[in-house]
């Protein structure tokens, strides 16, 4: 089961067939939505939270943030 993370009106999950992309919904998961992918920055997504208004993402690559739903990212240190 990939991770999911409620952001009000949306949805946002790991996708289930590549651990490298994003996918969101907004009818409740009836259908999915390619949101973001980037196999060179972040590589694969293993784990994702909210944390105030970002969502923190563990990665291979480290720790990443973004502040506008998932459609880009930035590294932490």
């Known amino acids: ?3 999911m993370l409620n952001l ?5 999950r790991i996708s289930p067939k590549n651990s490298f992309e994003l996918e969101s919904s907004t009818n409740g998961g009836r259908s999915w939505y390619h949101r ?3 196999r060179s ?3 694969a997504f293993f784990d994702l939270t909210l944390h105030g208004n970002e969502i923190l993402a563990t990665t291979e690559k480290g720790l990443f943030a973004s502040t506008n739903a998932g ?3 930035y590294k932490r240190s």
């Open 1 to 3: 089961m990939p991770v």
């Open 8 to 12: 009000g009106k949306e949805i946002l």
């Open 36 to 38: 973001y992918e980037n």
């Open 41 to 43: 920055s972040q590589g």
């Open 71 to 73: 459609k880009s990212w």
